[in-house]
């Protein structure tokens, strides 16, 4: 069963992000994409939808074993189709599997995002890159197998109203031969989403149930330092919502923030995952204008305050990152940001938010 969830966690890593410099060349690239576009691609995925799984048990052995599995995957738009959520649950002989995955659109490169993590961990594995052409999605990636550096290739195809195909395949030599390992057939049941279920029992004593007070839509207002580790006093105040859903059945939530200010209007998501083994979050962000994850904060809730630290890039040179909650009541909440370039002794905060809650 391990090796055959191995393959779901590629299977559900289908994208990746490419920055693109502002040379001529990339220019050109980037006119020619945007004639392309790329943001509704994956719109025929919307829904819910029945799937069997066939899994090649030991891919590149010479194997003819295949391991066979049914469930269920349920797709979302979120964060104003900058990204879509999706649910994953199956069964198979060796017993049940969940899994969550997050696709971000590109606007720059135009193409899609996929990370992916599974119940058991609380972590994102590495992303994928592709693009869709007539109808056709095709994604690689580079990976290893019994510790083999290999190439990884993932195809959408025979995509209709009601039903698609995906399958998986390696390559041990280049790209010269591919072995598939992998193919899903999915049907749709409808096209809505299932709602998720009610957090499961006892979750509040492990930590799952932290950032709950977090859930809702909030009035930001938020005061940022224009120029942080600069030797800058100025200031800038900017004002907008900050919306927080439930996902993953109380594993995860996902925080939307949309305000404005002197720099113009921004749009963030947060993608926040509990971690059932160390029994703290992980933190993921992201910005529509780029559309890549950054790395990932880790923390936890103590005596009602919360604590996330990361380390980071500001302009080339390695920094710590820390993100602290406070002031938390059932209707307000607050929240900072602080930068720290000596290894945590001093800090320096460039992100003050208030939140108070729309009921």
Known sequence: MMDALRHIRIYLLAFGLIALFQTPLALAEQTSAASRGGQHDFDFHFGSWKTHIKSLDDPLSGSTKWTEMNGMVVDRKVWDGHANLEELEIDGPDGHFEGLTLFLYNPVSHQWNQTFVSSDSGVLSPTMTGEFKDG???????????????????????????????????????????????????????????????????????????????????????????????????????????????????????????????????????????????????????????????????????????????????????????????GITADACHNEWSFSEDGGKTWEVNWIADDTRIK
């Open 136 to 326: 056709r999605g095709v994604f690689y990636s580079q990976d290893t197998n019994n510790g083999r550096t290999i190439l990884v290739r993932g195809v959408w195809s025979d995509i209709t109203p009601n039903s698609y195909s995906y399958e998986i395949a390696y390559s041990a030599d280049g790209g010269k031969t591919w072995e598939p390992n992998f193919i899903a057939k999915l049907t749709r049941v409808s096209e809505g989403f299932v709602e998720a279920a009610p957090p499961r029992a006892g979750a509040g004593q492990d930590g799952q149930d932290a950032y709950d007070f977090n859930v809702g839509t909030w009035q930001t207002k938020i005061s940022r330092l224009m120029q942080p580790l600069s030797g800058s006093k100025t200031w800038g105040s900017y004002a907008g919502t900050h919306t927080v859903h439930t996902v993953w059945n109380g594993r995860a939530n996902i925080g939307e923030l949309e305000v404005d200010g002197p720099t113009g209007h921004i749009e963030d998501l947060a993608l926040r995952l509990f971690n059932p083994k160390s029994h703290q979050w992980t933190v993921y962000l992201a910005n529509s204008k780029e559309g890549t994850l950054s790395p990932p904060m880790y923390g936890e809730f103590k005596d009602g305050k919360g604590e996330f630290i990361q380390q980071d890039t500001f302009k080339g040179r390695s920094i710590l990152v820390k993100n602290t909650w406070s």
